[in-house]
């Protein structure tokens, strides 16, 4: 398989889940009401990018286990899964490049800051996985023959907290799901603690009901992470060379 992961590091990300963090007495449990100032209290909770690195390396994890090929000290580590990531909020950040294995996205993820900023425009960010993924783009075709591997899935995770800044975005967005859509590549979609029009764009880019998440706190996007590794390993094609 080949999968993009397309996330959100907007600054609603820097918001508190309702998960305790037991490691710390005192921390800035940022809120929709207090953005951006800090408000030192107690007690302490996760915040939301904690929360969504947790559940990367779950996904991480699963696919590993679920991986006949890979070997952490391998070079390259898997001869069947390619990953990739990008990060987003009113921009696109520099992309982690999709490559054999999960170590480098999983590094890509845990880097990006705990206390995100910025709104909210996944466009450019989902146009980069679909060009690196898109049946025109030979790479991954190219990729996967040179490890013997007939056929492969492709797959991007579109993740959010939030809405898109303004409509004419959503509009793009959706636009670009189609596209991605239309071409063949599932998209699983995790609408993380969003509001009402975040839910209704993340289920319109959602290649099926099926692909759809709507988790409310750090338990249930670790939950559905993991299910979304498991889903995508799940046909057997994808993992036999």
């Known amino acids: 398989m080949s999968l993009y992961l397309v996330l959100d590091r907007s600054g609603s ?9 037991k490691s710390r007495n ?3 449990n940022y809120t929709e009401q207090s953005w951006p100032r800090v408000a030192f209290t107690t007690p302490c ?8 690195q947790a559940a990367v390396s779950y996904l991480v994890d699963t696919l590993n ?5 890979y070997n952490q000290s391998g070079n390259p580590e898997s001869e069947l899964i390619r990953t990739g990531a990008i990060a987003y909020n009113s921009a696109s950040f520099s992309a982690q490049k999709i490559t054999w294995g999960t170590s480098a996205t999983k590094r890509y993820v845990d880097s990006i800051p705990a206390v995100p900023t910025g709104g909210t425009n996944a466009y450019p960010s989902l146009t980069t996985a679909y060009n690196a993924l898109r049946g025109s783009n030979p790479e991954e075709r190219t990729r996967h023959d040179e490890k013997g591997n007939k ?5 991007i995770v579109f993740m959010t907290d939030g809405e898109m800044t303004n409509s004419s975005i959503d509009g793009q967005v959706r ?6 859509k239309e071409d063949g590549i ?7 603690m969003a509001p009402d029009k975040g839910k209704s764009l993340l289920k319109y880019c959602a290649s099926s009901p099926d692909n759809y998440f709507e988790p409310d706190n750090m338990e249930e996007i670790v939950a559905a992470f993991g299910e979304i590794a498991r889903k995508a390993a799940s046909v057997p094609t994808r993992l036999i060379n």
């Not at 990300?13 to 963090?21: E, G, P, R, V």
């Not at 286990?65 to 090929?69: E, N």
């Not at 636009?175 to 991605?180: A, T, V």
């Open 13 to 21: 990300m820097a918001f508190k889940t309702d998960t305790l963090d």
């Open 26 to 28: 005192s921390c800035d």
């Open 65 to 69: 286990k679920s991986d006949p090929s």
């Open 45 to 52: 909770y996760i915040k939301k990018m904690a929360s969504l």
């Open 151 to 155: 056929m492969f899935q492709r797959f």
């Open 186 to 192: 599932k998209i699983f979609t995790v609408a993380f």
């Open 175 to 180: 636009s670009i799901c189609s596209s991605i």
